[in-house]
């Protein structure tokens, strides 16, 4: 035995006197930098001491980790978090590796002194309660500090699972060497008797208290906050559909369990933001508001401390008006305040958990077990009895006999006479020995109804279960408050409660979203943005939702039609088809911006196919689809061969016209758009039309054959007005039926030859064109306005202010423009009569005939003019024709 202990204590001294060479008191010094320069000397002091009485240790390895696991726990538990930096103990834990119990006392007793000198001041400036801790923090905090500071002298800081294992000193050994130490300062330090005398006081006093068995303060696990992704994703779609600018105060709520929990966690998922959520099975609510800034600068500049004093004076108010006792929910109040970054889908946040700094609870005697009370079944079974929603807060009464009685009571029968009988109890989130965080309110609450608990000892309950729903791990605190705090004056009231970040600091927290979202769900809402952005300020009004739902069938994938596929992705649209039977040339790519030099080379790319692709690449969440077919066109022979054919494509076409919404028109010649237009017509389809010239263009909304319903429009001064259902299509023009264009034509006639911006910019007149109508409460039947000069129907620019606007501006019939002159005239035309797409007698036989009627037409265009009566006109074609519109009937009703 004699031999064991020398031989430890040679060890221990050799690697002491190591240790002490490379030591420098002022790096501990230097560490404490927050703190009073007193406080910093005899904090180093105590710090270098230490290692001088390391040989009277009686076990080298038990008391290296007893060392480690307490310099954690001083750090943790006596509140020095909030106001000095861990670095001194971390580098103490990772360097001795050997201590005694003799000097963990003496460093326990000072580090007391220390921190209710400098932790009471630094909490009540920086917001942070003297009893928060945090495993996870004191996990970081030690790991990042030993290998920041120290990594050139000491080896990094082990972090033993087991730090709350505090070792048992007894008070006799205890002042037997507070003396020895008392007598060392006094000796080594003889130069500072006034430091001396001081220090020796705070032993004797500390060493008194000790001795003498005083009561412990009762420390609280804080609130950490776990927040749910989904819980960003409605933030960003209430903040761009709803909130807007606005940057009101939201309600919301948040939960917890007791249910083997792990930390003290309060969650945040995107049910918070239900108004009447229930929180999910085994978990309790707690109640909360979330204030969310516009910017980034809006959420820096906030005064915190006033928002926190803001959040604690409403729960007060709930405590102090008893609205606590018919919802107890109201003392787990929580706040977000927050800032999205809905572009780079960034979200910073701060949680903070409002409490009032009421005198601190001091506690009576050892933390008990449920299950070691005598008669526990009892009290297990008053407990079984009480509703699970009914379990966040309430109260067991006890009758103390020997056969004691237990029963489960509300908050609202609680009677001050009848305190000794009461377990004040509570769904306990913490894992750890200490009670969680909301018990501190509930303790305020009691203390603020009651006055004359003040004084007097309070048993509450902190109920926990475990995995098999059993109570055995719900622990007993019997606590007193000496000191009475009046709640009422709120004025004179502080609060702490701000969460620390994932650094242990005072500060926000940021989450990105982005690496986490599905990258398709991301592009969806980055396309969507500037769209919803729209609604903030520029047009509240505008209905994006129909937009997304509208179905758009598109006739032509060239220039016309790539372009105008393009903007409609831009506006929202997803539902696109389109239809052509070309393939990809290389003279396509510079003008069609659907189509890559790859897709030339590769030969065999049909157009339609490859248009639908690029758009999917574009926005995987737009639904697009192209078919491959030829267009049926007037006056183009079709032979016996290709009859099947040519009825499979009529039927699809028919089947897709039925399906869509809106039709475009965007092919290259003119024949090619008579079945489109009629089909629009007869099913009763909104039709915009784009043709291309040189430098020109004409782009069109055909009039619709639905019925009016309602008041037709306005009768304004100066203007004429047509209404929807009476204005005219693209060939209520012509006075003739479209013939074989792609017959004798040369080289520059069977190309598109324009200018190429032309294409771009009747593309986007037409897609805005359809946006004004989607958004016009007529829709199609919205009229369109003109002023009769001479032979021209147009508006004038003098008269364009007097044209009633929609939503979006005014909403011509069409839109002529020309590049020479970069000159736009809105021309409108009532319906033909005659018309060869959109008449009556046209559309009779085609829902009388259907494809037959279709393949006489295909035959020759000639029939066309005897249906409609055209072909009269055609008699008189050695004679001009001169006629004013007034002498001529343009429609089936009379103008006037």
Not at 129 to 147: A, G, K, N, W
Not at 413 to 423: A, F, I, P, R, W
Not at 586 to 598: I, M
Request: net charge neutral; with cysteine; aromatic share 10%.
């Amino acid at each position: 035995m004699m031999r064991r202990a020398v031989t430890m204590t040679v060890g221990f001294l050799r690697t002491v006197f190591r240790v002490r060479l490379r030591i420098r008191r002022s790096f501990f010094s230097s560490a404490c930098d927050t703190v009073s320069t007193f406080s910093k000397w005899r904090f180093s002091v105590i710090l270098s001491e230490a290692c001088c009485f390391g040989c009277l240790c009686s076990s080298y390895s038990r008391s290296s980790r007893e060392f480690s696991r307490s310099a954690r726990h001083w750090w943790a538990f006596s509140s020095l978090s909030s106001s000095m930096s861990p670095m001194v103990f971390c580098t103490l834990a990772s360097t001795l590796k050997m201590c005694f119990r003799f000097s963990m006392a003496v460093a326990y007793c000072e580090c007391l002194v220390f921190s209710s000198r400098t932790t009471s001041k630094a909490s009540y400036t920086s917001g942070t309660p003297c009893s928060r801790f945090s495993t996870s923090s004191i996990r970081r905090r030690t790991s990042r500090t030993s290998c920041m500071h120290v990594s050139s002298c000491f080896s990094p800081t082990r972090t033993p699972s087991s730090w709350f294992c505090i070792p048992v000193f007894s008070n006799a050994s205890t002042e037997a060497f507070l003396r020895a130490i008392r007598w060392r300062y006094c000796s080594t330090f003889s130069s500072c008797p006034g430091r001396c005398s001081m220090f020796s006081a705070n032993l004797n006093r500390n060493a008194h208290k000790m001795s003498s068995g005083s009561e412990d303060i009762l420390q609280f696990a804080p609130w950490e906050s776990f927040v749910s992704p989904t819980f960003w994703h409605k933030l960003a779609e209430l903040k761009l559909d709803y909130d807007r600018l606005s940057d009101a105060q939201r309600s919301i709520s948040g939960h917890y369990t007791n249910r083997k929990a792990t930390g003290c966690l309060l969650e945040a998922d995107y049910t918070s933001f239900n108004s009447a959520g229930q929180p999910p099975k085994f978990c309790h609510a707690a109640v909360g508001t979330i204030y969310n800034k516009n910017t980034i600068e809006e959420f820096k500049a906030l005064d915190k401390l006033t928002l926190l004093s803001d959040e604690g004076k409403k729960l007060l108010y709930d405590m102090c008006s008893d609205r606590v006792a018919a919802d107890a929910s109201l003392l787990t109040r929580f706040f977000v305040l927050s800032f999205a970054d809905l572009k780079c889908h960034s979200y910073y946040y701060w949680f903070a958990f409002p409490c009032p700094l009421t005198p601190t609870l001091k506690l009576q005697g050892a933390v008990t077990r449920l299950s070691d009370l005598p008669n526990g079944s009892n009290y297990v079974e008053a407990l079984q009895s009480l509703a699970p929603e009914s379990q966040n807060f309430f109260i067991l009464y006890a009758n103390g006999q020997q056969n004691e009685a237990v029963e489960a009571r509300s908050l609202s029968s609680l009677d001050e006479n009848e305190v000794e009988h009461y377990y004040f109890g509570f769904a306990d989130p913490s894992e750890y020995e200490h009670p969680a965080w909301l018990m501190r309110n509930y303790a305020a609450y009691l203390l603020q109804r009651f006055p004359c608990f003040v004084g007097r000892t309070l048993r509450f309950l902190g109920l926990r279960y475990n995995q098999k729903m059993q109570m055995d791990d719900s622990l007993i605190w019997n606590v007193v408050q000496s000191e009475a705090c009046d709640l009422t004056k709120t004025e004179d009231i502080q609060f702490v409660g701000w969460e620390l970040n994932k650094n242990g600091k005072m500060g926000p927290r940021m989450v990105c979203m982005r690496d986490s979202m599905d990258p398709a769900k991301l592009a969806e809402n980055s396309i969507n943005l500037n769209l919803k952005l729209m609604k903030w300020r520029l047009v509240p009004d505008i209905n994006l939702e129909i937009i997304s739902q509208t179905k758009c069938l598109l006739f032509g994938a060239g220039t016309l039609g790539c372009a105008v596929a393009r903007n409609l992705l831009s506006w929202g649209f997803k539902r696109i088809t389109l239809m052509d039977s070309g393939k990809v040339g290389f003279s396509n790519p510079v003008r069609q911006n659907l189509y890559t030099h790859a897709d030339a080379v590769a030969g065999n790319r049909m157009k339609a196919t490859t248009a639908a692709q690029r758009l999917r690449d574009i926005n995987p969440s737009a639904e697009t689809v192209g078919h491959v077919l030829e267009i049926p066109m007037p006056g183009h022979t079709i032979g016996e061969s290709l009859r099947a054919q040519t009825e499979q494509n009529l039927q699809l076409i028919e089947q897709q016209v039925q399906a869509h919404d809106v039709i475009f028109l965007l092919t290259d010649s003119r024949e090619s758009r008579w079945l489109p237009t009629l089909l629009g017509a007869a099913y009763q389809k909104i039709v915009i039309n784009a043709a291309l010239g040189f430098d020109s263009y004409l782009v069109m909304r055909h009039g619709s054959t639905r019925d009016m319903a309602g008041d037709s429009g306005l009768e304004i001064e100066g203007l004429k007005c047509i209404n929807g259902n009476q204005l005219g299509c693209y060939f209520c023009n012509d006075v003739t039926a479209p013939g074989n264009s792609l017959k004798d034509r040369t080289l520059d006639q069977q190309c598109t030859v324009t200018r190429p911006g032309v294409s771009n910019i009747a593309a986007s007149y037409a897609v805005e064109l359809l946006v004004a109508l989607l958004q016009h409460p007529q829709r199609e039947l919205a009229p369109a306005y003109y002023t009769q000069t001479g032979r021209q129907q147009t508006v004038q620019s003098a008269d364009a202010g007097k044209v009633p606007e929609g939503l979006l501006g005014i909403l011509p019939h069409s839109v002529r423009g020309m590049l020479c002159n970069y000159e736009n005239i809105l021309p409108a035309t009532q319906k033909f009569a005659q018309c060869i797409a959109c008449s009556a007698p046209v559309l009779s036989a085609f829902r009388n005939e259907g494809h037959v009627f279709l393949f006489r037409t295909f035959e020759t265009a000639k029939y066309l003019e005897d249906l409609t009566g055209i072909s009269e006109f055609k008699r008189l074609n050695s004679e001009i024709i001169d006629f004013d519109d007034a002498e001529f009937d343009m429609s089936e009703d009379d103008e006037d």
